[in-house]
């Protein structure tokens, strides 16, 4: 009995090293590294809140202070009248850089469909260096303390820094199949939290010198990668004479390979060459609108589930380590150590769901299953006794359930969603999908931060975990038609190979 297109696949480990050569090793390398250098210098801010803080605050009204300096100096950067005012502040500060973020990615997704994605990456990544520059270590070097210079410095870090994640979704999109797509972008979207590691080992390296200096590294660092990004990287597989994902319509494996889990299963194979773009090999397929690209079939849905738990990741990520400071009375160096084991658990927790949702052929039911666990977690940890191992446990734990379906959603989905049969032959959908997905998410992650300082600035830390249950729940919720469908085809799918057996 022949089975039907959706049944014949080739084993994702096998598609996968059969068209593996070294520049897709350079390719995962490159992508992989740019972007962990955009998120370190992310990190290194959330890092170092507790000096700014005490910095902008007067010695004599500050209890962080170690001591009290002569009035000219510690005047000079009085900018709030207390600490909470300026933690306050720094709340907002994400917020502003969040959603800035958020706006530049949906334009970085569309100019990144529309021109060299390496000049675009490599470029945000030089210039975001130089805006983190003059934010942390010039203006503290000059002794030049003012508000709206601080938040204009971040406007633009924002815009500059969305550059990075529509582009090297799409250069990875270029270069890897559906074949293993949910392994490899699983292990590759690690980049986040390897770049959160680097980030949080740099800055409690050097903090004790002054939080300038965390500035300082991480932004030199950047910039160099920049460069290399520049002369290294390889935006698509034709620019070394290889042949692009699907090119080869005669060889039914591999188009069934490199056919994305987005597509229609129901559809038959003789309305496979149907695109919204002309197919045709001798021109370069032209990009994606945007309003093209929202109405693809599971875009918003995605993007809405995104933006609940990408608010909840994100929360973590810009308050883990202020909070264990605030919380548990640990130093400031001890809490940015300990926080970097929800990034451990977020790196483990994507690869593995990545594997089984490519063992399954589908990424919704595995995204709520995780979901559904980070509830417990998250009840859990709100818990925590003041004991740093148990601490690091849960956290690990809760990274795992939050961090993993959240690397899934921000790549091997965006990456399917792409790529689905709308839009087949044509790369350039890549980034401005990239670009929605992340761009809503990081809407939702910026309304987030402020309302994390307000619900613990009122309420306490007990009812910022409430609030994170809530948003997780709400993520489940968006994702619930797709988890529906996707379960029947799988039963479909199961009920066919017991036939044919």
């Known amino acids: 009995m022949a089975l039907p297109g959706s049944l014949r696949r080739q084993p994702a480990s096998r598609g996968l090293v059969s068209h593996c050569t070294h520049h897709h090793i350079v390719v995962f390398l490159l992508t992989f590294f740019s972007y962990s250098l955009l998120h370190a210098s992310r990190k290194t801010f959330s890092n170092v809140k507790v000096s700014i803080s005490s910095q902008w605050t007067p010695s004599c009204l500050n209890s962080t202070a170690p001591e009290l300096r002569p009035y000219e100096l510690w ?16 709340g907002t500060l994400d917020t502003i850089f969040l959603f800035s973020y958020a706006m530049g990615l ?32 010039l203006t503290e070097w000059l002794h030049f303390y003012n508000k709206w210079f601080y938040c204009c410095l ?25 074949a293993g797509r949910g392994f490899v972008f699983g292990l590759w979207s690690a980049c986040a939290s390897v770049g959160n590691i680097l980030g949080a080992f740099l800055a409690s390296c050097v903090l004790k010198y002054g939080y300038e200096y965390a500035f300082l590294v991480t932004a030199s660092v950047q910039f160099a990668g920049g460069v290399i990004v520049f002369f290294g990287l390889l935006t698509s597989p034709k620019e070394v004479g290889l042949p692009e994902l699907g090119a080869d319509e005669d060889d039914s494996v591999e ?39 929202c109405c693809l079939p599971g875009v918003v849905l995605y993007s809405l589930a995104y933006a609940c738990l990408k608010l ?31 990034d451990v658990g977020g790196i ?35 818990r925590s006794p003041n004991s740093k191992p ?54 939702g992650a910026a309304v987030g931060q402020y309302l994390v300082s307000l619900i613990q600035e009122n309420l306490g830390w007990m009812w910022v975990f409430y609030f994170f249950i809530l948003m997780t729940s709400s ?26 057996e």
């Open 106 to 137: 949906f334009v970085s997704g569309i100019v990144g469909d529309r021109l060299n994605l390496r000049w675009v990456l490599s470029f945000g990544m030089c210039s975001s260096a130089l805006v983190v520059f003059f934010f942390g270590t």
């Open 75 to 90: 005047n000079s950067s009085h900018l709030f009248p207390n600490a909470e005012e300026a933690t306050l502040f720094l």
């Open 255 to 293: 188009e069934d390979a490199n056919r994305p889990l987005m597509g229609n299963d129901d559809a038959d194979d003789d309305d496979r060459n149907y695109s919204i773009q002309a197919t045709d090999t001798d021109n370069q397929p032209k990009a994606i609108g945007f309003f093209q690209a």
């Open 312 to 342: 909840v990741n994100y929360s973590f990520f810009f308050w883990l380590p202020f909070y264990l400071s605030n919380n548990f009375g640990w130093k400031e160096a001890e809490a940015d150590q300990l926080s970097i084991w929800y």
């Open 154 to 178: 971040w406007v633009v870090n924002g815009l500059l820094q969305s550059t990075g994640w529509p582009c090297v979704v799409a250069v990875m999109g270029n270069w890897f199949g559906k």
């Open 475 to 500: 993520t489940i919720l968006f994702i619930s038609p797709l988890i529906v469908r996707e379960i029947k085809l799988l039963l479909h799918e199961r009920r066919l190979q017991m036939l044919a």
């Open 348 to 382: 483990i927790g994507g690869t593995i769901q990545g594997l089984i949702s490519d063992v399954l052929q589908k990424r919704a039911p595995v995204l709520a299953t995780s979901l559904l666990f980070a509830v417990g977690s998250l009840f859990g940890y709100s």
């Open 390 to 443: 148990i601490n690091a446990v849960i956290m690990a734990i809760t990274g795992f359930f939050i961090g993993g379906p959240s690397n899934m959603i921000s790549s091997a989905i965006s990456a399917d969603l792409g790529r689905q049969d709308l839009v087949k032959g044509s790369s350039e959908a890549l980034a401005t999908v990239t670009g929605i997905v992340d761009g809503t998410g990081s809407v």
